[in-house]
């Protein structure tokens, strides 16, 4: 069993940053593979950023690629995301996620845990 807590969240000015941070409880969160997704108001959750259980590779969404990024800290048990030039169509409730290796990460449902999430709003 994972437990997951995202912190981080608030409001910011376009082109700001923000660390989003995933606090994992369990002492095998090293096996899992993590990953980054969020939900914008009346849209679907969408797949952000994903890493490999060991860190050694990341993954992520074109919309996102260059100004975000992905990584973790298994001694930590935690998972970051920073994001970096933000702009208003980032604004959502962003969620980590954890599962076992061997699925594709960009897919929700290779995800057997989830936290509750935290809200990112860029204003304009």
């Known amino acids: 069993q994972v437990q997951l807590v995202e912190s981080g969240g608030g409001l910011v000015q376009a082109g700001g940053s923000l660390r989003l941070s995933c606090a994992a409880s369990?002492?095998?969160?090293?096996?899992?593979?993590a990953a980054w997704f969020r939900q914008a108001p009346g849209k679907e959750r969408e797949f952000v950023a994903g890493?490999?259980?060991?860190?050694?590779?990341?993954y992520y969404a074109e919309s996102v690629k260059g100004r975000f990024t992905i990584s973790r800290d298994n001694v930590k048990n935690t998972v970051y995301l920073q994001m970096n030039s933000l702009k208003p169509e980032d604004t959502a409730v962003y969620s980590c996620?954890?599962?076992?290796?061997?699925?594709?990460?960009?897919?929700?449902?290779?995800?057997?845990?989830w936290g509750q999430g935290t809200q990112v709003t860029v204003s304009s």
């Open positions: 996620a954890a599962g076992l290796p061997g699925h594709p990460m960009y897919r929700r449902g290779s995800y057997d845990y």
């Open positions: 369990g002492r095998t969160f090293s096996r899992y593979a």
């Open positions: 890493i490999t259980s060991s860190g050694g590779s990341t």
